[in-house]
């Protein structure tokens, strides 16, 4: 009778059994960085694939469109969204904060003061899930190496009862534990260290983005537009003033 896949009664242990029997009460920790792990995971490619900023064809029309001829009418065209996919996606409404400020001709410092917290809060739903994957993957070996000293103190346990004429089988579950647990911290680790990399790629790929676009935006001159509006403006007529010598004729005249 294996004592790793039955209980004391002899019954058959199902596989969480065996997980615990095997690593001890460290494995429990374990398991439940797993499933928290994956629960941030799944939350981050979900909010992901619906929240995250997106510079879709239409958004890429507008700015080719602004860049050529700055006006209200660029600012209209990021309100027309139609679809509730499109309307999750932040980064037309951090364009049209952009133009709306540059047609404005507000203050350069504060223009830039508020593109940066609104790009900062549409990549903030992203950063609590990465900050638990990064834990995750931080404390799964330090977890394994617990798990290890336990482990070992157990085995060496075993030999001070049988005053150090203790034979392999009752140091071997001292060991195994060690090595269980080293071996299922190191497991949840690597995967949730890979994802945290790819995540923080994914999200720089995206602030680099969110720049390049508002670049785009507010290096655009806007004298150009208003040059051409002085320029179809008619010119007022001149207003010349009689000469002194005139009005006091007239003054005579009348008198």
């Known amino acids: 009778m294996n004592p790793l896949t039955t209980d004391l009664s002899g019954a058959a242990l199902n596989p969480l059994q065996q997980l615990t029997e095997m690593g001890g009460p460290v494995m429990w920790a374990l398991l439940g960085l797993a499933v928290l792990g994956l629960v941030a995971f799944f939350y981050l490619v979900i909010t992901g694939a619906l929240f ?30 139609s679809g509730w996919l499109a309307r999750c996606n932040p980064l037309p409404q951090i364009i049209r904060v952009a133009m709306t400020t540059m047609l404005e001709c507000r203050d350069g410092t504060n223009v830039r003061e508020e593109l940066a917290r609104q790009s900062q809060q549409a990549l903030k739903p992203f950063e609590a899930p990465l900050k638990v994957i990064e834990v995750i993957a ?16 157990s085995a060496f346990s075993a030999m001070s009862v049988a005053e150090g004429q203790a034979n392999a089988s009752q140091l071997s579950g001292g060991i195994y534990e060690a090595l269980t ?49 002085r320029s179809t403006e008619k010119p007022a007529p001149a207003v010349t003033a009689e000469p002194r010598a005139a009005q006091r004729d007239a003054t005579y005249a009348t008198g």
């Open 138 to 153: 931080a404390l799964a070996p330090l977890l394994g190496l617990l798990g290890t000293v336990m482990g070992m103190m």
């Open 52 to 81: 995250a900023p997106r510079l879709t064809s239409r958004l890429r029309k507008t700015l080719n469109q602004w860049q050529q001829q700055p006006s209200q009418h660029c600012v209209e065209s990021l309100n027309d969204v």
């Open 181 to 229: 647990t080293t071996a299922a911290g190191l497991v949840v680790a690597i995967p949730f260290a890979a994802i945290a990399a790819w995540a923080e790629f994914r999200l720089r790929l995206l602030n680099l983005m969110i720049n390049d676009t508002l670049v785009r935006v507010i290096t655009t001159p806007i004298e150009i537009r208003e040059t051409r509006a």
